[in-house]
Structure formats: C-alpha cells, structure tokens
C-alpha cells in the first residue's frame, strides 16, 4: 500500500488491512510507522519525496480529498515546486493545518478530479481556475502559456471548469477568461464565447428560434455535462469544436461521454467545428431547422 502511494498510509488504510490500535501504536514506537500528520504515517523512513508529501496531505484530510492550486500545477509540471504549505481542496470543512493549506468547496466535479502518479488531484482546466484566485495577473498569464506550449491544457475545457464554478466570489474569473482570450486568439483559434457569437447570429441571420448557452445538464449517476446550446422544447443539443480545444484523449473521451448522456435522455445531438461556421453556414443553418422541425423522441427527460 505504501508502494503505491510513496512510501505513506493513513490510519483508516492500516485499520482497514487489519491493524488494530494497539498494533498502529507498537508500529510507531518502535519507529516503522512514523507520524507525518495526525492519522498519517510513513512506513519505515523519514524521508519523503514531494510526491510523498502531497500524497500525506490529501490522505491527512481526508475523502474527497485532491492536490490543488500552486501544488496542483507543480505536480502538473505548470510552475516549480511550490515551496509553502502543501495545497489541497475538498468538500468537506476541515482546518488548515502548519504544513496543509485547506480550500473548501461545496462541490468538486468528477470532471474536476483526476489522478496523477496515483495522487488525486485536480485537472489542469481546474487547476488553472484555482490558481486565477491565489496568482497575480502576470503569473496567471505565464502558467497558461506553459500549459499551452506543452499542451497539457485543453482550453475549451478551461472555460468549461470555468463556468462549473460560476459564481465563486473574486476577480480572478475576469482575468482568466482575459487570458485564455488572449492565449486562443494568438494561436488563431477560436475563443468559446467566438463560436458561441457565431452560432447566434447564424441562428438570428437564418430566422431560427435562439437557443439557450452554456447549460448544465444533469446526468442520472448525479453528474452532469455543460452543453454548449440547447432548444429544450424541441430536444435538440449543439456542440461546438474546434481542434486546438478538442486535440487532447481528455477531450475526445469527454465529448463521447457528453454525447451518449444526452442520447440516452433523448435529445438530438449535433456537432459544429469553427470551419463549419465560418465556411458553411448555410449547411449549419439547414441541418438546424431539420433537427427542429422533428418530434421530439422524449418529454420527461432532461
């Protein structure tokens, strides 16, 4: 167990592979447990690796637990080795501690979460909207810059986590959206609010009913999927694309994910790339009024 999680185990880990208190105890007098926070132990060393101490931390506060912020983007390889206090997030309320900096959420999205070099911790879209809060403008804008040029950052998906969190107090919402505008714009690609701007007035120029944006549809497992447009009385969904956003495995599996949730509610489902409205509108705009004129499949779904 400690293997896998370098070189550390928590107290509900041992208790739960069959150590008793007593036995916990004569483990750490005689020094092959060693206490690194309360309930958190290293086996048979002092010595950790970062790796070792951010994994420490996230088990020391517990379930629904993830690496976040500046440790988050140094585990990710955005920023160097945040030297302060290890950074987490969960959805519970728990104090912070000398050496863990706690943020609680009300909830973190199972998008939100992922695992790397088995530690959970957040997506590089949520770290990035994390660290719009705790760095300033020039920092936020260099840590971008890195995600973009080694591609680990899918920027649509950056707007997606952004708006998960919409309504979250302070101004480091504006200065992402900013960035991220800025970073689109100068690899030529375009922003999710562009196609959005696109998709309306295609749909007002060809005399469609205007759709709702950036819709949050719930799934039945409790999760759910942001859509980018919807016209919920007729049941159909469009999704826009482009390839700078879409380029990563993330991306093409999210999407597939998306798509089959909606199906299986009974929507109809389309699928626009940037190329599609800049250069063929008028095929957009009639695959639109065919998809709308149709019955929906279903009314009690979605």
Known sequence: ?????????????????????????????????RPLHRSVYAVGHARLTREGRWMAAVLAIGPWTVLSHRSAAALHGL????????????????????????????????????????????????????LADVLRPEQLRSVLVQADEQR?????????????V???????????????????????????????????????KHGLPRPRTNVW????????????????????AVELDSWRHHRSRDAFDRDRRKGNTLLLAGWTVLRFTDDDLDHRPADVAATLATALQRRPLSSNAG
């Open 152 to 164: 680990s950052a899918d920027l649509h998906e950056t707007y997606r986590a952004l708006a998960r």
């Open 79 to 130: 920023r160097r080795q945040h030297g302060g206090r290890v950074e987490v997030t969960t959805v519970f309320h728990r104090a912070s501690t000398d050496r863990i900096e706690v943020h609680a959420r009300r909830r973190l999205h199972l998008e939100d979460r992922v695992l790397v070099d088995g530690i959970p911790v957040t997506s590089v879209a949520r770290t990035l909207v994390d």
């Open 1 to 33: 167990m400690a293997g896998r999680q370098h070189g550390v185990v928590s107290r509900p880990q041992l208790s739960h592979a069959g150590l008793s208190k007593t036995v916990i105890r004569n483990r750490v007098r005689d020094g092959r447990l």
């Open 166 to 204: 919409r309504g979250r107090p302070g101004r480091g919402h504006a200065r992402l959206r900013a960035a991220l505008d800025e970073v689109a714009a100068r690899n030529g690609a375009r922003t999710r609010s562009d196609l959005e701007e696109l998709l309306l007035s295609l749909v007002a």
């Open 217 to 236: 549809f719930p799934a039945e497992d409790g999760s759910g999927v942001e859509v980018d447009a919807i016209w919920r009385a007729e049941r159909v």
